[in-house]
């Protein structure tokens, strides 16, 4: 079957930086998306790995091992803005993205 | 308008009624999808459609019904509504469903209520 397995909560300080973790078992492998979702919005895209390696935006950087099944998000200068559900969600040979629940931030001043 | 706009916002809606929710986009995307996420849940497919005029089942299609007329509306049907489809409703679109980057735009969501 697939599966992602993610935090299902976090709690972070205002300023510090946080790495939010990602296994996932798929039929096949065609990369892996990051996707914020602010409670009671849809979910907008961060990133997407396909290779391994870490991949740099901003604040923000996902970093893929594919031969672990593994992911990272790491957010750096948290702003209390970044309180919401990240939702790690690798692609399947089908090209089928595949949801979790995803992990819930709590940003704390 | 520029995205994916969806309609209505928020419904609340009688059992047994028929009730159909709207979806376009102006991006000539060839892919939309529908999803509903539950409270705490991640998001489940309930229908898609690779391009205009074909559509396909998701992982719970039962009790939904889609259309794809044209490259820009993907209306999403219940038929007899029932309390378990209260939910939130999201459509989705991607450049193409064939690749392996296919980032997908999501529109706000609708709020369905089903009592």
């Known amino acids: 079957g697939q599966n992602i397995d993610q935090p299902t909560e976090m709690t972070a300080t205002e300023g510090a930086i946080v790495q939010i973790n990602c296994t996932y078992q798929?039929?096949?492998?065609?990369?892996l998306f990051w996707y914020q979702q602010h409670a009671g919005e849809a979910p907008t895209f961060l990133s997407y790995?396909?290779l391994d390696g870490l991949e740099e935006k901003g604040r923000f950087s996902s970093f893929l091992s594919r031969s672990k099944g593994y992911s990272y998000l790491l957010l750096k200068e948290l702003q209390m803005k970044d309180s919401a559900s990240y939702l790690c969600?690798?692609?399947?040979?089908?090209?089928?993205?595949?949801w979790g629940a995803g992990t819930k931030l709590i940003i704390k001043p | 308008i520029a995205g994916i706009t969806q309609a209505p916002t928020s419904q609340i809606l009688a059992a047994g009624r028929r009730m159909t929710l709207r979806c376009t986009q102006d991006?000539?995307?060839?892919?939309m999808y529908w999803y509903r996420q539950d409270l705490g849940l991640g998001l489940r497919l309930i229908h898609y459609?690779?391009?205009?005029?074909?559509?396909g089942k998701g992982e719970v299609p039962d009790g939904y019904s889609v259309s794809r007329a044209n490259t820009d509306d993907f209306p999403l049907t219940l038929a007899s509504a029932v309390p378990s489809q209260t939910s939130v409703y999201f459509c989705?679109?991607?450049?193409?469903?064939?690749?392996?980057?296919?980032?997908?735009?999501f529109g706000p969501g609708t709020r369905l209520t089903v009592l």
């Open positions: 969600v690798p692609i399947d040979s089908n090209y089928q993205l595949i």
């Open positions: 991006m000539r995307h060839n892919a």
């Open positions: 790995n396909v």
């Open positions: 459609s690779n391009t205009a005029g074909t559509t």
């Open positions: 798929t039929s096949g492998f065609n990369g």
């Open positions: 989705a679109s991607s450049e193409t469903s064939r690749s392996s980057y296919n980032e997908q735009f």
